[in-house]
Structure formats: C-alpha cells, structure tokens
C-alpha cells in the first residue's frame, strides 16, 4: 500500500511557475512508478509526467514536454513536478499516482492523491 499526498498548488498568473510536491508513505517506492495526472471537469483525466522508481527513468505528456519537470528528493519518499512557463490550459487538478507499472495510462496507476488544485490565469 501507498499514500500518496499532493502540495504546492495554487493561483498563478499565466507565464508563471509552481511546484507541486507528492509525499509517499507506506511502501519501498522501488517497487513502483509514479506519476502526475491532471483533470479538468468533464475531459478525462491527462497524463502528465511519470518516473520509474528504480532507475529514474522518466517520460512527458507532449502538452508539458519542455515546460515541466519530474523529479525526486534523495529519500526518494518525495516526488515533484515543476510547471514553469505556466498556461491558462495547464489550469487543473494535479494528482499523484503510483503503480507497478511504467505507462501514461490512468489505469496502470492503482494508488493515487487526492489532488492539488493548479489554476493559471491571464
């Protein structure tokens, strides 16, 4: 089992930059990949970034690529997303998730956050 808790959210003005940060607890990450999503009200839910737990290796939306960054603390207990460059279409709700499997797909991801609201404005 894993918990997994997002921070960082927030309001920002369009150009600009956050730091979203997932917490997990519970399980060797090892085990697992991570990943964000995020969600719009009434569109499905976005791949955004993901890092095997093992090696590091990482994989980007196409919407994000350039802009974010997915990166870990030296614990590997904390997991971050970068969003700098931000747009008015970036504005969402961020979630963490955590799976045995390494995909950009939402259900590969069985434990997952209760998100962190990103609102970008112009």
């Known amino acids: 089992q894993v918990l997994l808790v997002e921070s960082g959210g927030g309001s920002v003005q369009a150009g600009g930059s956050l730091r979203l940060s997932c917490a997990a607890s519970?399980?060797?990450?090892?085990?697992?990949?991570m990943a964000w999503f995020r969600q719009v009200p009434g569109k499905e839910r976005e791949f955004v970034a993901a890092?095997?737990?093992?090696?590091?290796?990482?994989s980007y939306g196409d919407s994000v690529k350039g802009r974010f960054t997915i990166s870990r603390d030296n614990t590997e207990s904390t997991m971050f997303l970068q969003l700098n460059s931000l747009k008015v279409e970036d504005t969402a709700v961020y979630y963490c998730?955590?799976?045995?499997?390494?995909?950009?797909?939402?259900?590969?991801?069985?434990?997952w956050g209760q998100g962190t609201q990103v609102t970008v404005f112009s």
């Open positions: 998730a955590a799976g045995v499997f390494y995909l950009a797909t939402e259900s590969a991801y069985v434990y």
């Open positions: 519970g399980s060797t990450l090892s085990r697992y990949s």
């Open positions: 890092m095997k737990w093992s090696d590091g290796e990482i």
